[in-house]
């Protein structure tokens, strides 16, 4: 029997009739654009995330994107951002104009390192734009006394890490909640996944919300009057009945992703070449992923995938090492922390539906690669 990394069928089965429901009952509707469920859904995020505003749009890309854009940037003007990350988090501020400035990571966490954007803070730097790798929040209080210092606003991109929380001053914050803006993915491997392509961002400005709210729609708060240019951005109105569905579902998930981890963990202790991931003091981490660093990565990798276990690299290559980034000079070498993680992590399976026995049996299959 093979172990999937990850299992939507299995998902599926267990919320089959609710998700039926809402889907049929938008298409009885015929109201695909806009309809009631993507502000229901904006509310429910925004709560999740102790927002005051939240905005559907097509992807999480997007939610990075249409922020960026707001901030109007010129040639030469700088974001920095983590290079250990999915492509989107950079090719967002290059599609808005912008320049990466690519920092590396806290090996333990694999979030940017807050000394790291200190450091790489120029009189150039317009945004911040944070990572919640993996499940768990970067360092937030850190890196926003750097970024408040400079008025510089920070965007955080939770894509991994929809309801991740980290305790700040004993008080539970939210992904989204303390950063000018926190942005969500749909796409279905993630923890909350759509169908299809979806996004969301969440905001506590009254003022951008309203913004953001038009540039989704071509610019305009009423039809055919364009203030500015904006996009076609919206979030389908099936894919937001979808997540409405699984919505309830989240917190439950995310909990039984915590402890397919903590056995994993419990496991790998102590394990001369298994390094289990490290959840940082003051995280509740959501474990998007189970990320150990090994040795001989690749032929472990191989061993898994031979005995029907499905695993990957998240992420092989740096952003800072990707060839459309070539011309702003990094080489190997230029992100120490990063590129050895590039070399030595693996993910393994951790979705809510993966029994104690999968795990066990992968367990095995790692400890006995290494004998
Ligand atoms: C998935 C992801 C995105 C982009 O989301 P899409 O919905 O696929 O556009 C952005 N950032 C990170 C860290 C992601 O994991």
């Known amino acids: 029997m093979t172990i999937p990394l990850l299992d939507l069928k299995a998902q599926y089965a267990t919320i089959k009739d609710e998700v039926n429901r809402a889907i049929a009952s938008v298409v009885e509707r015929q109201e695909f654009i806009m309809g009631r469920e993507i502000a229901e859904l904006e509310a429910k995020v925004a709560e999740l995330s102790h927002a005051r505003h939240g905005i559907g749009c097509a992807s999480g890309t997007d939610a990075i994107l249409l922020p960026l854009k707001t901030l109007g940037l010129k040639p030469g003007d700088e974001v920095i951002a983590p290079s250990f990350t999915f492509f989107a988090t950079a090719g967002t501020i290059h599609n808005a104009g912008g320049t990466p400035v690519f920092v590396d990571i806290d090996p333990a966490t694999y979030c940017a390192d807050p000394a790291a954007i200190e450091a790489a803070i120029t009189p150039r730097t317009r945004a911040i734009v944070i990572v919640h790798l993996f499940g768990q929040m970067a360092a937030m209080e850190r890196i926003l006394a750097i970024a408040a210092k400079r008025g510089i606003p920070v965007i955080e991109d939770g894509a991994q890490s929809i309801g991740a929380r980290r305790q700040i001053d004993g008080t539970w914050r939210a992904a989204g909640e303390l950063g000018w803006v926190g942005t969500f993915s749909f796409f ?184």
């Open 188 to 371: 279905p491997s993630k923890n909350l996944g759509g169908y299809g392509d979806g996004g969301l961002i969440v905001t506590q400005q009254d003022a951008l919300a309203e913004r953001l709210k038009k540039l989704r729609v071509h610019g305009g708060a009423k039809q055919y009057h364009h203030e500015e240019v904006g996009t076609n951005s919206r979030l389908d109105t099936i894919q937001a009945a979808i997540l409405l569905a699984k919505f309830p579902h989240l917190a439950t998930w995310s909990s039984a992703r915590r402890a397919r981890a903590a056995r994993y963990t419990e496991a790998f202790r102590g394990h001369a070449d298994i390094r289990p991931p490290v959840t940082d003091a003051g995280n509740e981490h959501i474990f998007h992923q189970y990320t150990i660093r090994v040795p001989r990565r690749d032929e472990l990798m191989a061993h898994l995938k031979a005995a029907g276990i499905g695993c990957a690299v998240y992420y092989p290559i740096g952003l800072h090492l990707q060839p459309c980034f070539a011309e702003l000079g990094y080489r190997i070498g230029s992100l120490p922390k990063t590129e050895e993680a590039m070399r030595d992590v693996l993910s393994l399976p951790v979705y809510p539906e993966l029994t104690d026995a999968s795990v066990d049996r992968v367990i095995g299959a790692v400890k006995g690669f290494f004998g």
